[in-house]
C-alpha cells in the first residue's frame, strides 16, 4: 500500500492529469507484485526474460506518463504491437527498416540483452 501512495504522489508530482497518477498507481502496483510470488517467480528465470519484462513494462508505463490523455494512451499501446488498425505488423517495418536503422536496432539489443 506504501508503494502505491508514494507513487501516485509522484505521479501527482509531475503534473494534475489523469495520465500522471495513472503512471504512478501503475508504477507502484507493479513494483508491489514483484515483491510476491511473481517477483520470486520472475527471479528465477533467465535473464533475457527478466530485462523483456522490465522492457516491456517501463515502454508501456511511460506511454501513459507521455500520453496527453489515456485514449491517446491506449492507441500508443495498440499500435505497439501491431494493432494500429491500418496494416499488419511486418508492413509497418518494412516502411522503415532500411540498412542503418536495422544495424542500429541489431546493436542496441545486442547491447541491452547482452
Known amino acids: 500500500m506504501n508503494l502505491l501512495v508514494v507513487f501516485a504522489l509522484c505521479g501527482l508530482w509531475h503534473g494534475a492529469n489523469w495520465t ?3 503512471w504512478g ?3 507502484g502496483a507493479f513494483l ?3 515483491r510476491t510470488w511473481f517477483g ?3 527471479e ?3 535473464t533475457l526474460i527478466r530485462r523483456a519484462y522490465v522492457t516491456a513494462v517501463v515502454f508501456w508505463l511511460w506511454t501513459i506518463f507521455r500520453s496527453p490523455d489515456m485514449t491517446y494512451a491506449a492507441g500508443l ?3 505497439m504491437v501491431g494493432l494500429n ?5 511486418g508492413h509497418t517495418l518494412a516502411l522503415h527498416a532500411d540498412t542503418l536503422t536495422l544495424a542500429s536496432a541489431l546493436i ?3 547491447l541491452a540483452f547482452g
Do not use: N
Not at 85 to 89: I, K, R
Open 108 to 110: 542496441g539489443i545486442v
Open 20 to 22: 500522471f497518477l495513472i
Open 44 to 46: 528465477a528465470r533467465h
Open 25 to 27: 498507481l501503475l508504477h
Open 77 to 79: 499501446a495498440r499500435a
Open 32 to 34: 508491489g507484485l514483484e
Open 40 to 42: 520470486r517467480w520472475l
Open 85 to 89: 488498425g491500418w496494416s499488419h505488423p
